[in-house]
């Protein structure tokens, strides 16, 4: 029986998205750089499946069905290229190769390239949900050579997550890098949501002094209305877990780690001038949570409103129940704005890579399966559909409409915090953004009178037509000189 996909990399991903082929009637041949691990494997995890092991690369390209499609889940990264390497001399013209980890996308747009010289077809796929989503569906993000897709949209289509009647949480992205941007930019939002849920449950329990049986059914409720997701799931899960009869989350150390896909996505947008100011908090967020002895020593020194020490101020309310809906509203205006800005990203990136994104369609693949799964993402995929065009997130009538709704809770959150000491980074951040790209005039030009005047890098006039430029010999003591004009 010669099979319909291969994949290499049997950790806990690949097992399960392996199992997860077999249960929708694929023939998969299973491949590890450790040999005995497909033993294993099959011995046990497959046991009584369609599963086929191989002893070598040879021997799996060998038992496929041409045209062979071989999928990684491998590290990022160089064991990437190596595995290419090692796959190239056994394949044929119009073979596929498929990177599901989660590459850097400048790296998956330089394999399509390589590969594509070679006759064969290269896709990058960003694949999200964890174990869980791997072996019940996950949310299937290709792209890459667009020649490949004929070949792989019943195979993928057919284990992902699936939403609204049926909809499967996968589809074609886009050329070059374009799948593994997408996921990129979905990793992103991932940090901020996580951040947003991390500072609502420090307001609720440093600022209110909630227990955690209360702050448990806060979040159990709010995954009944607008916020329902599979991040506010867990965290009402987690807050619930005993150990000893204690809340096992306060025995966790207040030290984040991170893989990186956050800060490729911060970078990135510099490279674009797009300001996803809350991903990027939540990325720095991580950080300072890392200087964990620094901030131990600290809180011994520096004073918050409180006094000295770590401790925050108790923040004062007449009705708690209230101040937790402000909560509520605050977390979900702060959510629109990092998920407009991450579009905003994606816009910004379609443009300068050529690629013709289906800001919809991503909406509708990240709708279930993955991390950020939520009910929230059918509005945004509606907001697409509505407008194909549409600017930014902030502008479908939907969203302007809750802003407007939450916006007096998300500003008294905001205050209450920053009096009381506790931080919010992204709740703040995201405000600050809301109230600048709403503002018709920012003090920007203070700004470039002041780059006119230390480096004469000129300056445009409200008077005079837009793509002007003038300088000014603002002391009488320089020339009339100025220095190349650049956007910056």
Request: hydrophobic content about 40%.
């Amino acid at each position: 029986m010669q099979g319909d996909i291969a994949l290499i990399g049997l950790a806990v991903m690949g097992q399960n998205l392996i199992l997860n082929m077999n249960d929708h009637g694929n023939v998969v041949v299973a491949f590890n750089r450790t040999v005995s691990k497909v033993d294993e494997f099959l011995a046990n995890q497959a046991k009584g499946t369609k599963v086929v092991g191989a002893a070598s690369i040879a021997d799996m390209c060998a038992k496929l069905k041409k045209p062979r499609r071989v999928m990684m889940l491998v590290k990022a990264g160089q064991a990437v290229d190596d595995f290419i390497q090692q796959l190239l001399p056994h394949l044929e013209p119009g073979d596929i190769i498929i990177d599901g980890g989660n590459s850097l996308f400048q790296d998956t747009a330089r394999r399509v390239k390589e590969v594509e010289a070679k006759g064969l077809l290269f896709v990058g796929a960003g694949v999200s949900g964890g174990e869980e989503g791997a072996r019940r569906g996950p949310s299937i993000m290709p792209g890459g050579s667009p020649a490949a897709w004929a070949h792989l949209k019943d195979i993928f289509q057919g284990v992902a997550a699936k939403v609204d009647g049926g909809q499967p949480c996968c589809d074609w992205v886009g050329e070059g890098g374009a799948g593994h941007y997408v996921k990129m930019v979905h990793n992103g939002i991932e940090y901020g949501d996580m951040q947003l849920i991390c500072e609502a449950y420090h307001l609720m329990k440093d600022g209110l002094g909630m227990s955690h049986d209360e702050m448990h059914r806060v979040f159990a409720e709010w995954n009944e209305g607008v916020l329902d997701s599979y991040l506010v799931e867990i965290t009402r899960d987690i807050l619930a877990f005993r150990e000893n009869g204690e809340p096992l989350v306060e025995k966790i150390l207040d030290k984040a780690g991170q893989k990186g896909t956050g800060k490729w996505t911060v970078e990135d947008s510099m490279e674009h001038g797009i300001p996803i100011t809350l991903i990027s908090e939540a990325v720095y967020a991580r950080c300072v949570s890392a200087l964990k002895d620094e901030r131990v020593a600290a809180s011994k020194v520096l004073a918050g409103p409180a006094g000295t020490g770590g401790r925050v101020a108790r923040i004062e309310t007449t009705d708690k129940k209230a101040f937790v809906d402000a909560i509520r509203d605050a977390l979900y205006a702060s959510k629109i704005i990092s998920y407009a800005q991450g579009y905003m990203l994606m816009r910004a990136a379609a443009k300068a890579n050529g690629w013709h994104l289906n800001y919809g369609g991503i909406a509708l693949m990240w709708r279930g399966g993955c991390i950020i799964r939520s009910r929230f993402l059918g509005k945004i995929k509606e907001a697409f559909d509505a407008d194909g065009d549409l600017v930014n997130l902030l502008l479908a009538p939907y969203f302007k409409g809750e802003i407007d709704r939450v916006q007096a809770g998300w500003r008294k959150v905001v205050a209450s915090a920053v009096t009381s000491g506790v931080p919010v980074p992204a709740f703040a951040t995201a405000l600050s953004f809301y109230d600048s790209y709403r503002s018709d005039r920012l003090p920007a030009n203070l700004l470039q009178a002041q780059r006119d005047y230390f480096g004469a890098h000129t300056y445009e006039r409200t008077d005079r037509p837009r793509g002007e430029f003038h300088h000014t010999n603002w002391t009488g003591r320089g020339g009339g000189t100025s220095s190349t004009s650049y956007d910056a």
